[in-house]
């Protein structure tokens, strides 16, 4: 009976087999193009309004059988690079999970082949030989067995496709590794084998369980026509090498997935104001089910402003050729230049500055989620004319700008990709604008290239040459030769990247630098030496004259250069008589706050002043996934404010397009981070801090002045508004860059401007800087006058006039009722930069209270009009050296306890008689307190039956004993 069941499992066994590869052999017969390992998911649908009836293909090498035919253990077709780090002595082969597992399959098939001659009479369908069952049941991988070399492993070839995008998978386990690491490599190639785009995963290393490793959301770039995939095991960046270890590589996948782009007419998403914004969603193999395109704009905080909806099945338009034709079809492919076209425009509703979300999304039955979004920055001119000012970028790139497409950039029936823009580069002058629009000021552009790649140079000359006519100062970088070019520089490894290494010797440095420095240098004076991170000048010997030499190799024949170096926070800059360089940037990890950057540039001031080198500062966000949205701009906001306090000439955010720290996303559209930088870099970046307002509302805020404008910044984290005279015209400008007019009212026969503050900063333009200038200068001398009821008191106003004109006007104090003035009102004269003192003569009343208050001083200046405004200070009334506390609460029973206090900070005893006065004719209570020099003294009082007296005011009256001081004190009554 058991040999029985063994026979027929056999048989089932081998026509299943026999039927699977029938089955695959026909796929393969209809679509030669599909290779042998990959998978086909049929995602047809005859509902859908277009020929969709495609098989999206997912590539997979699983390291089975199917794509070992030879028997070698070695995938087919796959490639391993040999070479001096790589030795051919390490093994690299296809092995089981479970050797058990794969030795009881290898029984089993021997046990198989003794019946299978007979088995083959009984039936005639059976194949030659039998399957193996070793290989249906176990599962294998690519194994690397590590003895000092590294590993480069690729696989075969696959066409590629623009029409979809595509996510990368693989299993990756890692054992005993301690300097090697591991890796997967997504590759895209041309036509020429040439690689076009590189994408990496996260490398993996140490003792790693079966992991899987992902990269998701690639599109072919322009120019590919191939695909693979690239295993690389590889050492670490000081040489050191494993010399045992094992690595496991598994699953490798290549899916494609339909592609939801969506674009807008400006390929950066920056609009000026009025300009409109047609946004386009490009449907790219078409998923089954789709039936509407939904569109949503959204504002800064996520409120939902407006939406659309685009009907697939009247708005498709298709060219000649249905996407099947397509599937396997390289877009770089000049036999065929038509390509599915399905595209969905949206005109957006006019918006004002500000920073928008744009999304879009398919709708249908059986959708998965399928969607994109993209940013759009409406800006608006902030300032009537352009000061270059201080703030810029840093383009580690240069002009590769990554900017995606624009309208016309997707491929369509009639274009072929020979034609297609570039995503790489961006043309010279619409960097500029771009830049000038961005409101940047200073660019650091990289300029080491190879001697004799003249198109470089060129390039990099007129991109150079448009800065510097657009007033943009630039900086050209030399940071890291091109990649080809480095092993020319002979140095001793590959951690020795750094400018200090490339300048090291002047015989290998400066003959491949000649060609291209004769050029750049007419047109660029400021050079700096490696890249913002790049301190490896720090410790060198005899640095002075190190630079010296650089720069005069450098110089050639062209004007004088002056050179900056990099240097960090941590490290004190060097005295001017130590340096022969003309700049030191200054960077460091992690980002300073503003005080820290205020502390260090304050201890580098006297260098500043002595005519040492210029400074630079590196000034990025802080990190995105640290710290959430407000916070990063209040804090990017207030540095670039701390940076207008010192005399730094240059503040560089050292890479835009950051995921954690920049500016842009990897497309190049604006982030939530732009419009603040934007903002702040052109309102304040040519003016300079110097000082701040006391506001009633006692709001955080920072004067910047210019010659002819000045700028109010103000912010508070707790909500609040301020009522004030600025100046006529005044507006508030948000960090989004949106302008908005400022409620007026008037106060006493003077205008006054509502500003409502929040936590982050508003800008008020328009201000008056004589105005701001005039308020800065009011002091009130005495920040204390006694209570010495009924007794004159001086009270000095101290002023300056800020013009260069004669001023003159009056001063009014508006006090508590129980003060009094012999001359309430003051006339005064001023020439132009002179200061004044006026002194006025107040009388406090027998019901003037103690504490602090604010007068009101109203000035009135006699220009054509008038000028009417009130500043406020404050003063406290009370004896120099006493402070009164009082606290009230309820006791069991509903007798109020009162406590006073008195502390005694003068050098002399005090003492006072207290009168407590309740209301509702109820008997005053009396208590004699003295307090000693540096002591508190307490006395309570007790009132019964209070319930009455909640929410009412007692009067402490005390009267100072052998004096003639009486302070009146109120106590609100509280539980």
């Known amino acids: 009976m058991t040999r ?7 048989v089932l066994l081998a026509i299943n087999t026999t039927n699977a590869v029938a089955e695959t052999s026909s796929e393969k017969s209809s679509a030669e193009q599909t290779p042998a390992h990959a998978q086909i998911t049929d995602t047809s649908d005859n509902r859908i309004p277009q020929p969709s009836n495609t098989a999206l293909t997912a590539y997979v090498w699983d390291f089975s059988r199917s794509i070992d035919n030879n028997y070698d253990d070695w ?38 082949i003794r019946y299978w001659p007979n088995l083959r009479q009984h039936f005639d369908s059976l194949p030659p030989l039998p399957p193996s069952f070793a290989d249906l049941v176990s599962d294998r991988y690519l194994e690397v067995e590590l003895d000092g070399g590294l590993a480069m492993v690729q696989s075969d070839k696959v066409k590629t496709s623009r029409v979809y995008q595509y996510r990368l998978s693989a299993r990756v386990m890692t054992r005993n590794l301690v300097h090697d690491s591991a890796r997967v490599e997504f590759v895209f190639i041309d036509e020429d084998g040439q690689q076009v785009e590189v994408h990496s995963t996260e490398p993996v290393s140490g003792a790693t369980n079966w992991k899987e490793l992902v990269i998701n959301n690639v599109r072919a770039p322009n120019h590919a026509t191939h695909m693979f995939v690239r295993l690389i095991v590889e050492g670490a960046e000081d040489g050191l090498e494993d010399i045992r270890g094992t690595v496991g590589f598994d699953d490798i996948r290549i899916e494609p997935f339909p592609q939801l782009q969506l674009i807008t007419d400006e390929p950066l998403g920056v609009y000026e104001y009025g300009h409109g914004v047609v946004a386009t969603a490009i449907v790219l193999g078409l998923p089954t089910g789709a039936s509407k395109v939904h569109f949503q704009l959204f504002d800064v905080n996520g409120k939902k402003l407006a939406s659309e909806r685009a009907d697939i099945a009247t708005s498709i338009r298709e060219r000649t050729i249905t996407i099947d034709s397509i599937q396997m079809q390289s877009a770089t492919d000049k036999e065929s230049k038509q390509l599915l076209d399905m595209r969905f425009n949206w005109t957006l509703p006019r918006m004002r500055p500000g920073f928008y979300r744009v999304t879009a999304f398919l709708e249908g039955k059986h959708i998965s989620s399928l969607s994109t979004e993209t940013n759009v920055a409406v800006i608006e001119p902030l300032v009537d004319t352009r000061v270059p000012g201080c703030f810029g970028w840093t383009l580690p790139q240069g002009d590769k700008v990554p900017h995606g497409l624009g309208a016309s950039g997707v491929i369509t029936a009639t274009e072929n990709d020979s034609a297609a823009p570039s995503n790489d580069y961006i043309a010279s002058r619409d960097l500029v604008n771009w830049l000038l629009q961005i409101g940047v000021d200073w660019v650091k552009f990289p300029c080491w290239v190879a001697p004799d790649d003249d198109h470089a140079a060129s390039r990099i000359v007129d991109i150079c040459t448009r800065l510097q006519d657009s007033e943009i100062q630039t900086v050209g970088m030399l940071d890291v030769p091109r990649e080809d070019q480095i092993p020319l520089y002979d140095l001793r490894s590959r951690r020795d990247t750094v400018a200090s290494e ?32 790049d301190y490896s000048f720090l410790g060198r010997s005899r640095l002075r004259e190190s630079i010296s030499s650089i720069s005069t190799g450098l110089q050639g024949y062209g004007q004088p250069l002056e050179i900056a170096i990099c240097w960090p926070w941590t490290e004190p800059v060097l005295p001017k008589s130590e340096t022969s360089w003309q700049a030191v940037c200054r960077s460091g990890t992690p980002e300073l706050t503003s005080k820290e950057i205020d502390s260090y540039l304050e201890l580098s001031r006297d260098t500043n002043y002595a005519g040492g080198p210029e400074t630079w500062i590196v000034l990025n966000p802080a990190a995105k996934s640290h710290y959430e949205r407000d916070s990063r701009i209040l804090d990017m906001v207030l540095r670039m404010a701390t940076v207008r306090k010192h005399r730094v000439q240059a503040a560089f955010v050292s890479n835009p397009h950051d995921p954690e720290n920049g500016l842009l996303t990897s497309d190049s559209r604006p982030t939530m981070m732009l419009l603040p930088w934007r903002t702040t870099a052109q309102l304040i970046g040519s003016l300079r801090q110097v000082g701040s307002l006391r506001l009633r509302s006692k709001a955080n805020n920072i004067v910047f002045a210019g010659q002819d404008r000045a700028v109010l910044m103000v912010w508070s984290e707790t909500p609040c508004e301020e009522k004030i005279y600025l100046g006529d015209d005044v507006e508030a400008i948000n960090v989004w860059g949106r302008t908005e007019d400022l409620e007026v009212e008037t106060i006493e026969n003077r205008h006054v401007q509502s500003i409502k503050i929040g936590r982050l900063p508003i800008f008020l333009v328009n201000v008056d800087p004589e105005n701001l200038a005039f308020r800065m200068s009011v002091e009130v001398e005495q920040t204390q006058i006694d209570s010495m009821l009924g007794q004159a008191q001086p009270l000095d106003v101290s002023f300056a006039n800020p013009t260069r004109d004669g001023l003159a006007g009056s001063l009014e104090i508006r006090a508590p009722e129980a003060w009094s003035f012999d001359e309430p009102s003051i006339e005064w004269e001023l020439l132009g930069g002179h200061d004044t003192k006026t002194q006025f003569e107040v009388v406090l009343g027998n019901s003037a209270k103690v504490g602090d208050y604010e007068l009101a001083l109203n000035f009135e200046q006699q220009t054509v009009p008038p000028k009417r405004f009130t500043v406020y200070r404050e003063i406290t009334v009370g004896p120099v050296g006493l402070e ?92």
């Open 4 to 10: 029985c069941c063994f026979i027929a499992a056999i």
């Open 75 to 112: 995938p087919d077709n796959w490639q391993r690079k040999v070479g001096s780090r790589y030795p051919q002595y390490v093994k690299i082969g296809i092995s089981p999970h479970d050797e058990s597992v794969e030795q009881k399959g290898r029984h089993f098939d021997s046990e198989v």
């Open 502 to 533: 490339f300048f090291r010797d002047i015989r290998v440095w400066h003959p491949l630098l000649e060609p291209v420095m004769t050029r750049l240098t007419l047109k660029v004076r400021k050079w700096q030496l490696g890249a913002d991170d």
């Open 884 to 975: 009164l506390r009082a606290a009230t609460r309820i006791l069991e029973g509903g007798q109020l306890q009162v406590e006073v206090e008195m502390l005694n900070h003068s050098r002399l005893p005090q003492s006072y008689d207290c009168i407590l006065f309740p209301h509702s004719g109820r008997k005053y209570q009396r208590r004699f307190i003295q307090i000693e020099p540096g002591e508190v003294s307490r006395r309570d009082f007790y009132l019964p039956d209070a319930a009455d007296l909640l929410g009412t005011t007692l009067l402490l009256r005390a009267s100072e004993q052998d004096g003639h001081r009486i302070l009146n004190y109120e106590i609100p009554v509280q539980r």
